[in-house]
């Protein structure tokens, strides 16, 4: 039994992407210069067996002063629920960026090599009157200068409970 647990960790463990396949990539996904100004992102929410249980539009604006930058965002769901959320961002050393806000319980923590960026963070996410921490996995992908493809999984004790995937467009 130890052992097969041992081979099927390997295997999960050799399905994710290494960053650096992204490395050598063009566009270079920089969040200082995607995220700056005003932005729409249009997104849905999937269970864990792809069952899509709503939709959203997210108005979004950025800022950057150096290193720290400011991203507020206002969501708009299909059923009339809204939502705000303004996350600090800061670029470190190496495409490498952290980020926090109210309901982010762990700071976000992030690397972007070429087109691709990979941040992981924990949501405080109200579930049926419950608050429950999400871990999430998100994947950025540049797909030009003014367009992004956002993928997030999410986990609950190391189990997959979802997905959230957005397309994000900057606004002239």
């Given at each position: 039994?130890?052992?097969?647990?041992?081979?099927?960790?390997?295997?999960?463990?050799?399905?994710?992407?290494?960053m650096?396949?992204?490395?050598?990539?063009?566009?270079?996904?920089k969040?200082?210069e995607?995220?700056n100004?005003p932005?729409?992102?249009?997104?849905?929410?999937?269970?864990?067996?792809?069952?899509?249980?709503?939709?959203f539009?997210?108005?979004m604006?950025?800022?950057?002063?150096?290193?720290?930058?400011k991203?507020?965002?206002?969501?708009?769901?299909?059923?009339?629920?809204?939502?705000?959320?303004?996350?600090?961002?800061?670029?470190?050393?190496?495409?490498?960026?952290t980020?926090?806000?109210?309901?982010?319980?762990s700071?976000?923590?992030?690397?972007?090599?070429?087109?691709?960026?990979?941040?992981?963070?924990?949501?405080?996410?109200?579930?049926?009157g419950?608050?429950?921490?999400?871990?999430?996995?998100?994947?950025?992908?540049?797909?030009?200068?003014?367009?992004?493809?956002?993928?997030?999984?999410?986990?609950?004790?190391?189990?997959?409970?979802?997905?959230?995937?957005?397309?994000?467009?900057?606004?002239?």
């Amino acid at each position: 039994m130890r052992s097969l647990i041992l081979i099927a960790s390997a295997l999960l463990i050799g399905c994710s992407t290494p960053m650096s396949y992204y490395r050598d990539s063009q566009p270079l996904l920089k969040m200082e210069e995607f995220y700056n100004g005003p932005l729409t992102a249009w997104g849905m929410v999937q269970d864990r067996n792809g069952k899509v249980l709503r939709r959203f539009r997210v108005d979004m604006v950025g800022s950057w002063q150096g290193d720290r930058g400011k991203l507020e965002e206002n969501f708009y769901y299909d059923d009339g629920e809204q939502q705000q959320r303004t996350w600090f961002l800061h670029k470190q050393d190496n495409g490498r960026y952290t980020g926090t806000a109210s309901d982010v319980v762990s700071p976000a923590e992030g690397q972007s090599e070429g087109y691709a960026l990979n941040w992981s963070y924990t949501l405080a996410i109200e579930v049926d009157g419950e608050t429950w921490h999400i871990d999430f996995d998100d994947w950025m992908y540049l797909m030009d200068e003014k367009r992004l493809i956002n993928r997030a999984e999410m986990n609950k004790w190391g189990f997959r409970v979802g997905e959230v995937t957005l397309w994000i467009e900057k606004q002239s």
